[in-house]
């Protein structure tokens, strides 16, 4: 268990700024919450988001608070990582955490879990689909249907536009350009299989799935999805949660804990 590497007081807990490397040669700038523990869970963003979301601060606090150490990055073309923001991207991003995942194997850390959040539990699920060497995945509110809810912002004729201009830019309520998206990275989203990507996920590999009953962006029947089809598989519906379980951070982090401390490392 754990138990032997956590400490029973509140750990010192160090911050260090870590900039890694990606197989394309952008710097992908993380923090490292360090407990002095080898024991280290690796948390990823979604979609237009950082390493500076909420959700994911609270859950370091509370990992950090067990004993364990934290890291949580920008991908690529995000928050003070290199790159160009893409609207797909899903196996890039998957290329990104395995630079993570090796950075840190390197520095002798025992990877006890990959958690992601939103988009980034779609790539923490992929990356368990090619890469055997995590035991534990976190799935948070990712989605299963990707050719559900692209109309939200791109609109419902967003076929048709973006084979005509070859793409679509997607604006604020100021009419001022966000970002584009092309049609390779709209391919890329529609050509992403997660039904295949959840068979193939080895049954070893022990993943827990995490949905608010009220989350309007990805729709709760997504996570029972991922339940019928990964083989080791837990699923936990937090009922009156958003997507961003703003009225349920605690519950969150006290699901995460026990998943990962009911686990042999």
């Given at each position: 268990?754990?138990?032997?590497?956590?400490?029973?007081?509140?750990?010192?807990?160090?911050?260090?700024?870590?900039?890694?490397?990606n197989k394309?040669?952008?710097?992908?700038?993380?923090?490292?919450?360090?407990?002095?523990?080898?024991?280290?869970?690796?948390?990823?963003?979604?979609?237009?988001?950082?390493?500076?979301?909420?959700?994911?601060?609270?859950?370091?606090?509370?990992?950090?608070?067990?004993?364990?150490?934290?890291?949580?990055?920008?991908?690529?073309?995000?928050?003070?990582?290199?790159?160009?923001?893409?609207?797909?991207?899903?196996?890039?991003?998957?290329?990104?955490?395995?630079?993570?995942?090796?950075?840190?194997?390197?520095?002798?850390?025992?990877?006890?879990?990959?958690?992601?959040?939103?988009?980034?539990?779609?790539?923490?699920?992929?990356?368990?689909?090619?890469?055997?060497?995590?035991?534990?995945?976190?799935?948070?509110?990712?989605?299963?249907?990707?050719?559900?809810?692209?109309?939200?912002?791109?609109?419902?004729?967003?076929?048709?536009r973006i084979k005509k201009?070859?793409?679509?830019?997607?604006?604020?309520?100021?009419?001022?350009?966000?970002?584009?998206?092309?049609?390779?990275?709209?391919?890329?989203?529609?050509?992403?299989?997660?039904?295949?990507?959840?068979?193939?996920?080895?049954?070893?590999?022990?993943?827990?799935?995490?949905?608010?009953?009220?989350?309007?962006?990805?729709?709760?029947?997504?996570?029972?999805?991922?339940?019928?089809?990964?083989?080791?598989?837990?699923?936990?519906?937090?009922?009156?949660?958003?997507?961003?379980?703003?009225?349920?951070?605690?519950?969150?982090?006290?699901?995460?804990?026990?998943?990962?401390?009911?686990?042999?490392?």
């Amino acid at each position: 268990m754990l138990g032997g590497n956590i400490a029973s007081f509140s750990p010192v807990v160090s911050k260090q700024r870590v900039e890694i490397l990606n197989k394309h040669g952008e710097k992908l700038v993380g923090v490292l919450h360090s407990t002095g523990s080898k024991n280290l869970v690796i948390l990823c963003h979604g979609f237009r988001s950082t390493k500076e979301a909420r959700t994911l601060l609270n859950l370091i606090a509370a990992l950090t608070g067990e004993g364990m150490s934290a890291f949580h990055f920008d991908f690529a073309g995000n928050g003070e990582s290199d790159g160009e923001f893409q609207y797909g991207n899903y196996h890039k991003e998957v290329d990104d955490l395995h630079a993570i995942v090796l950075f840190f194997s390197e520095k002798k850390y025992k990877i006890c879990a990959i958690t992601g959040h939103s988009k980034g539990g779609n790539v923490v699920l992929l990356y368990a689909s090619t890469h055997n060497d995590v035991p534990l995945v976190i799935n948070l509110s990712g989605r299963f249907a990707l050719k559900r809810g692209i109309d939200g912002h791109l609109r419902k004729d967003f076929i048709e536009r973006i084979k005509k201009d070859g793409f679509i830019d997607v604006m604020d309520k100021k009419g001022k350009v966000e970002y584009r998206v092309t049609e390779e990275s709209l391919m890329d989203r529609l050509n992403t299989d997660m039904h295949a990507a959840c068979r193939a996920i080895d049954k070893d590999c022990r993943v827990l799935t995490i949905h608010g009953s009220e989350d309007k962006i990805v729709p709760s029947e997504d996570a029972f999805e991922f339940d019928k089809l990964i083989p080791n598989h837990k699923l936990h519906i937090v009922e009156g949660a958003n997507h961003g379980y703003t009225q349920h951070q605690e519950e969150l982090a006290s699901l995460l804990l026990d998943f990962i401390k009911s686990t042999q490392i």
